[in-house]
């Protein structure tokens, strides 16, 4: 049984910084794609960051987190983290990491297979 678990939201204000945590059990999250999402009220699910946990983890960010966000891994924790710095207002949402990449493009929900149940972050 495959379980995504997200940790670490909260509320944090403007400026400052949050770490989300992605644990996976009965999943490994090395040798896979894994990513970080959010979804606020009345808007799509947007992808955020992704990284490559095998060989050297290239990461990609969307243009809305770079320079602020930082996606990691932790391979002997089966974890994937990430750093949010100088949070925003805009910021707020709902936060879910996902694993399972069925190839395609990293920020398109659709070509996940697991996720979490999200963490809610919220900024002011």
């Known amino acids: 049984h495959v379980q995504l678990v997200e940790s670490g939201g909260g509320s944090a204000q403007a400026g400052g910084s949050l770490r989300l945590s992605c644990t996976a059990s009965?999943?490994?999250?090395?040798?896979?794609?894994v990513a970080w999402f959010r979804q606020a009220p009345g808007k799509e699910r947007e992808g955020l960051a992704n990284?490559?946990?095998?060989?050297?983890?290239?990461?990609y960010y969307a243009g809305s987190v770079k320079g602020r966000f930082i996606i990691s891994q932790d391979n002997a924790k089966n974890t994937v983290d990430l750093q949010m710095n100088d949070l925003k207002p805009e910021d707020t949402a709902m936060y879910y990491c996902?694993?399972?990449?069925?190839?395609?493009?990293?920020?398109?929900?659709?070509?996940?297979?697991?996720w979490g149940q999200g963490t809610q972050v919220t900024v002011s």
């Open positions: 996902a694993a399972g990449f069925y190839g395609g493009s990293w920020f398109a929900p659709l070509n996940f297979e697991y």
């Open positions: 009965g999943f490994t999250l090395s040798r896979n794609s």
């Open positions: 990284i490559y946990t095998d060989g050297n983890s290239p990461t």
